[in-house]
């Protein structure tokens, strides 16, 4: 297939897969209200523990819940797949001319769109209390986060691909996997002060890079190791992803 | 390219140890209307998948569209619209964006995707549901949508699965009325599967009956219920041996005499004909009720397999939802 094939393949299933975004966009916001719980009741907890100032604690709080909302979202999105798996929709876009890597490229690239309009509410809604971010590393930052939307996306199909209809499997691997990540990536407490074996958990999570990377490029640290390394997990999650995805989805029948 | 739009050649499917499908021949001629009826679990729906390069063999050959379907998937894909068990469209999408995605998926412009997405709308009733959501539409009409997705590029070749199960009879109806209305149009060869023998009966001009795997009848619905069943007189004496005197009288001409109290049941090469010239030949045995009894396509899978399809509890049209 060549590249051109590949491009307009994928941009009509990302038009596709936009369609019902862009049609409803409060779907994107019902899905905001999570993120915004636990902004709303864990940073004054935060706060109340550690003795900081609300804008302090938000300051470590908000790059976490980022990442969250990033992970949460694009790890059900494979349910959707699920659904069009069972209603046929999939079956039928197998069937068509268009190219199975597309397929799943397109689909991933639509994590972009959610993942970042949910972060700049979030942004939004938490600098009248205080938290302050970086120009600069905010760009930087949300590029990071659509990298790793991708990723995190297609892992979320491959899954998907997986299990086919069972439902209770996906969701059961993907709650499993849910709060590990997240806990381990540093989102809620620092993991510092975690044991040597959780840091060493934490180590091979790219997620805890990413929350790092976060934490630096908002407070305006962009050109930092910190950062790199935060970059290098995003790609690596992406490369992952993607690999795994088309793979998953070349074999889709 | 072949002759035959489609050629099978001993195309094997199993799954595990399972064999679903056991060395399938089959040519489909330009502008034929082909039905495979079997049960379920025949191999109908994994044979059509195969031919629509959803699955792949796991031997045997077969070249759909001019185009052979293990090296040139693609290009089989190009050239044939697939109507599948499912619902086509996604939920939540809207019907007239989803024909244009379709039609974009096919290869036009926007501007032919949107024109053509008109086009089917208006051919298939769906003008008045273009901005509606997919998953509020009633199950003929997602089936008509179903059906102009199948159609957005102009297929030569239309592969129908199971295309009314879980529709009522007027949506069945209509539903056939727009698919042989379109065939006529563009001289369209249509393939489809089906578990319901009045729909292979009245719509398909060739039934291939599928067993286990297998095709093990191939002919017009007209042609197989002669060959493999016939005719049949039904005659109710009002005496006790009337029954019997029936059955002499008939014997040179029928085979398959059966008398069951005071039935009397005989297959004949023209009942027409045959049950007035036995009612004339015994004038004096009285007769109750005497009907021929034309073949279905239920006995010739009877007298096959030596089941009914009935018994498989699909046979009939009903309320049943839509399998997934």
Redesign the interface.
């Known amino acids: 297939m060549s590249v051109r094939t590949f491009t307009t393949?994928t941009s009509?299933v990302l038009?596709?897969e936009l369609?019902?975004v862009t049609?409803?966009p409060f779907s994107v916001v019902f899905s905001m209200i999570q993120p915004l719980i636990f902004l709303g009741l864990f940073t004054p907890l935060l706060a109340g523990v550690t003795g900081a100032s609300t804008g302090a604690s938000l300051q470590a709080f908000v790059p976490g819940i980022l990442v969250m909302s990033c992970l949460v979202g694009t790890s059900m999105t494979g349910s959707n797949l699920q659904?069009?798996m069972?209603?046929?929709?999939h079956?039928?876009?197998?069937?068509?001319?268009?190219g199975r890597p597309a397929q799943l490229v397109g689909r991933a690239l639509k994590e972009i769109v959610p993942v970042l309009v949910q972060a700049l509410i979030i942004v939004a809604v938490t600098l009248p209390f205080g938290f302050r971010v970086a120009p600069a590393g905010l760009l930087v930052g949300l590029v990071l986060l659509a990298v790793t939307a991708v990723g995190l996306g297609s892992l979320s199909y491959s899954l998907a691909l997986a299990v086919r209809?069972q439902e209770w499997a996906f969701w059961g691997v993907q709650q499993t996997l849910l709060f590990p990540l997240l806990l381990l990536a540093g989102v809620l407490l620092p993991l510092e002060s975690g044991p040597g074996w959780m840091r060493a958990a934490a180590s091979v999570n790219p997620l805890h890079y990413l929350v790092d990377a976060e934490r630096a490029l908002f407070s305006g640290d962009v050109a930092s190791t910190t950062v790199a390394a935060g970059l290098g997990a995003a790609v690596a999650t992406a490369v992952l992803g993607v690999w795994v995805g088309t793979r998953a989805m070349a074999r889709a029948? | 390219m072949t002759s035959s739009l489609i050629e099978a050649r001993g195309l094997t499917r199993s799954f595990g140890s399972v064999q679903a499908v056991r060395g399938l021949d089959l040519d489909v001629a330009t502008g034929e209307l082909v039905a495979f009826l079997g049960p379920n679990g025949a191999g109908k729906s994994t044979s059509l998948r195969m031919l629509t390069t959803l699955l792949a063999p796991t031997s045997g050959s077969a070249t759909v569209a001019g185009c052979d379907i293990a090296t040139d998937p693609a290009g089989v894909r190009r050239r044939i619209g697939y109507v599948g068990q499912g619902n086509g469209a996604g939920h939540t999408q809207r019907v007239a964006d989803e024909l244009v995605s379709q039609g974009r998926a096919y290869g036009l412009r926007r501007r032919e995707a949107r024109d053509r997405a008109a086009e089917l709308m208006s051919a298939l009733e769906l003008d008045a549901l273009a901005g509606r959501k997919v998953q509020t539409l009633s199950g003929g009409q997602r089936r008509r949508l179903d059906v102009a997705l199948g159609l957005v590029h102009r297929p030569g070749l239309l592969f129908l699965d199971e295309p009314s199960t879980g529709l009522d009879p007027q949506s069945r109806a209509n539903l056939w009325e727009h698919v042989l209305r379109l065939r006529a149009e563009h001289g369209m060869t249509v393939f489809l599967t089906t578990h319901y023998l009045d729909e292979a009966d009245t719509m398909a001009e060739r039934v291939m009956v599928m067993d286990h795997g297998r095709v093990i009848a191939d002919d017009t619905a007209d042609r197989l219920k002669s060959k493999h069943v016939g005719e049949r007189i039904v005659v109710r004496a009002a005496g006790r041996d009337g029954a019997a005197r029936l059955a002499a009288a008939v014997a040179t001409e029928a085979s398959d005499v059966a008398v069951d109290g005071r039935t009397l049941t005989a297959r004949v090469e023209n009942g027409p004909a045959t049950l007035p010239a036995l009612l004339r030949a015994v004038p004096d045995v009285a007769v109750e009720t005497a009907e021929v009894r034309r073949a279905t396509l239920d006995d010739v899978f009877l007298a096959l397999t030596g089941r009914s399809l009935r018994d498989t509890g699909s046979a009939e049209p009903t309320t049943e939802t839509t399998g997934a």
């Open positions: 393949d009509i038009e596709r369609r019902p049609r409803d659904m069009e069972k209603s046929g929709s079956e039928r876009l197998l069937v068509s001319p268009l209809e029948s």
